[in-house]
């Protein structure tokens, strides 16, 4: 075991969690809000608005983040008529085509967590509300959204986890993240023991982090 090895890749691998974080952090934000508009559609009795919620939510639910990365990355690139719009100045960085794949992919799972948690309110809840003069849209934002968020906290932390571990797919569109600087080493020294055991940890440090958190505002929000 090269002990010095892990000691000198531990800065360099740190600074590349920075970039896991920060695709972690944007994918989560606009993520939640993907997941709150289609968890919504969900609830339509529209057939066709629930039918193409439920759709978005069965593709990327359906099919591997790793495949839906390569389609955005690899696969949109092939549209010609994309390479010469706007959207190629978005489309042409594998950092924004990651972001994509994830908000999209975590959007999906959002949706599901939030549209159980709301089905899960009370409808006396409401009916107080109603009865008290309230309007529908100032329950449906000051009632039944804070409450489903409080109600999806644990599913909630656990998407939270699984799209900490799926941000080490970023590395496949040449994306110089924690698993990405981790291999680049790899490659340099081929010793993959020592720089993944420190990857692994920083990883696993990360999630105790999110873990602690979740749970903190779990405790925090109860009943």
């Known amino acids: 075991m090269d002990f010095e090895l892990m000691i000198n890749s531990f800065p360099k691998l740190l600074n590349a969690a920075v970039v896991t974080l920060k695709l972690l952090s944007v994918?989560?934000?606009?993520?939640?809000f993907i997941g709150l508009l289609f968890a919504i559609l969900r609830l339509n009795k529209n057939i066709f608005i629930n039918k193409f919620a439920y759709g978005?939510?069965?593709?990327?639910?359906?099919?591997?983040?790793?495949?839906?990365i390569f389609i955005i990355y690899f696969g949109l690139g092939q549209i010609e008529s994309l390479r010469s719009s706007f959207l190629w100045l978005i489309l042409k960085e594998p950092y924004w085509c990651a972001i994509i794949?994830?908000?999209l992919n975590t959007g999906a799972y959002t949706s599901e967590i939030l549209r159980s948690a709301f089905q899960t309110i009370k409808p006396g809840i409401i009916e107080a509300g109603k009865s008290l003069g309230i309007s529908n849209?100032?329950?449906f934002y000051k009632v039944q959204i804070p409450i489903a968020i409080r109600q999806s906290l644990p599913a909630y932390g656990n998407e939270i986890?699984?799209?900490l571990k799926g941000t080490s797919?970023?590395?496949t569109v040449t994306l110089m993240d924690l698993t990405g600087v981790a291999k680049y080493i790899i490659s340099t020294t081929f010793k993959p023991i020592e720089v993944f055991i420190v990857a692994g940890g920083i990883y696993l440090f990360?999630?105790?982090?999110?873990?602690?958190?979740i749970k903190f505002l779990e405790k925090k929000y109860s009943y």
């Open 169 to 171: 797919l970023a590395s």
């Open 101 to 103: 794949a994830f908000a």
């Open 56 to 68: 978005y939510s069965y593709v990327f639910r359906g099919t591997p983040l790793l495949v839906q």
């Open 161 to 163: 986890i699984l799209m």
């Open 27 to 32: 994918s989560l934000i606009v993520g939640l």
């Open 206 to 213: 990360m999630t105790f982090i999110v873990h602690n958190v």
């Open 137 to 139: 849209k100032i329950i």
